[in-house]
């Protein structure tokens, strides 16, 4: 089984996914009877863009003992009044007082965060994450998504920058914070440049970018997504001549979103009189509309991309729960923004997590603008699938050891 984690940008909404993996992992560490295990133990891919990015740098950087930096509680612990102060800092006194002044530049510096994303991970480049990483950026120098992944950075020096660099530029969201530039070097002579902003304009949910590098890996035959214990059964060729045919009933998948806001909708008549301006920002709500649109409409169409992958799959029975997406469209007001810091909205936030756990499973329904629950034999909340899938990383992890094991006994 290929074992995926995708987290959605979201700005301070981050919490809600932070919210769900603290339960997951938390669940993992009692079946286990572990309190070391961590996320990353049981994931083949963790992708992440935005806020998503920089808790998918957290789950896999190690730190010095080669264990990942930070537990899932601890990202949570991470996620404060402070930190997010230190992020979403004004681009200059006058913001404060005349917010106008923002259409000037970006409404935030930029070197909070990426002083806070070294901090954290220092220099450690994407070719040293404990498991395969996916993070999607998009280069205005090229006019094209740069996604970076674990595998292309151990091929390629050229792809393979400092974790920081990479989650700061998919968190560069336009007109919250300024493009970001960074430079990868093969040699004196041979360097690469990237202009990059936020991978939201890409792919806000990284889940399809994730599955997709998946099978282009599989489909080349890579030695990471050819578990061991498999070669008991198949010869590599073999097993490689059936994933091939893209069965996504091998495909555990858990995409995890940073909530949205389908509640602040818009008319035709009211969006006709908008200015430029209004576009990017409408004063009354705290939004920023075409950013809004952007991301969430990206965002929705992967949810639902990626529903039909699996449904189309010949053992859907048995792969019903193989995808769990976590979301909710309820969002609004202050918990809607990607920036609003307040204390009292950091607090809602990790509420709003916590209840989507006890909500029953769903998927975006795109002709109906919502999401819907999922018509199963019996209702299935999201901890309950969270406890299933648990229990299956758990099963498959142990699989391998156990085959390991075997492996060097017999040698």
Not at 9 to 20: L, N
Not at 222 to 238: A, G, R, T, W
């Amino acid at each position: 089984m290929i074992k995926i984690l995708a987290i959605d940008g979201g700005g301070v909404r981050g919490i809600i996914p932070a919210t769900i993996l603290e339960y997951l992992e938390r669940q993992i560490q009692g079946l286990e009877r572990n309190q070391d295990a961590r996320i990353a133990d049981y994931f083949d891919v963790i992708a992440g863009t935005s806020t998503g990015g920089l808790i998918t740098a957290m789950l896999t950087t190690p730190n010095e003992n080669n264990r990942p930096i930070k537990s899932a509680e601890e990202i949570m612990e991470f996620y404060n009044k402070d930190n997010f102060e230190k992020i979403f800092t004004k681009n200059g006194w006058f913001q404060w007082h005349w917010p106008f002044v923002n259409w000037q530049g970006p409404q935030y510096k930029g070197d909070g965060l990426r002083e806070l994303a070294k901090e954290l991970v220092h220099d450690t480049k994407i070719s040293k994450t404990l498991t395969n990483v996916v993070i999607p950026t998009f280069d205005i120098g090229r006019n094209q998504p740069v996604i970076f992944t674990t595998v292309e950075a151990k091929r390629d020096m050229l792809r393979d920058p400092k974790i920081f660099d990479a989650c700061v530029a998919s968190a560069a969201a336009p007109t919250y914070f300024p493009p970001y530039f960074l430079k990868t070097q093969k040699s004196i002579t041979v360097t690469r440049e990237f202009n990059l902003v936020d991978g939201g304009l890409t792919a806000n949910n990284p889940t399809k970018c994730a599955m997709n590098y998946v099978t282009e890996m599989l489909s080349e035959g890579y030695p990471e997504f050819y578990p061991n214990y498999l070669m008991e059964h198949y010869s590599k060729d073999e097993y490689f001549s059936r994933i091939k045919q893209i069965d996504y009933s091998r495909f555990l998948v858990i995409s995890l979103g940073a909530g949205d806001a389908k509640k602040v909708k818009y008319t035709v008549e009211e969006a006709t009189k908008w200015s430029k301006l209004n576009w990017l920002k409408d004063f009354t709500r705290g939004t920023n509309p075409l950013i809004d649109f952007f991301m969430e409409a990206s965002a929705d169409m992967i949810d639902w991309n990626v529903e039909v992958d699996f449904k189309n799959t010949d053992k859907l029975e048995n792969c019903r729960y193989n995808y769990i997406r976590i979301q909710t469209d309820s969002l609004s007001g202050a918990n809607a923004t990607l920036d609003n810091v307040d204390q009292s909205n950091l607090k809602a936030l990790k509420e709003i997590g916590k209840e989507l756990l006890g909500k029953k499973m769903s998927r975006m329904n795109l002709v109906a603008g919502k999401s819907e629950e999922i018509v199963v034999d019996k209702e299935v909340t999201n901890m309950a699938a969270l406890d299933w899938f648990a229990r299956v990383l758990v099963a498959q992890r142990q699989r391998v050891q156990d085959a390991n094991a075997a492996k060097v006994v017999s040698c």
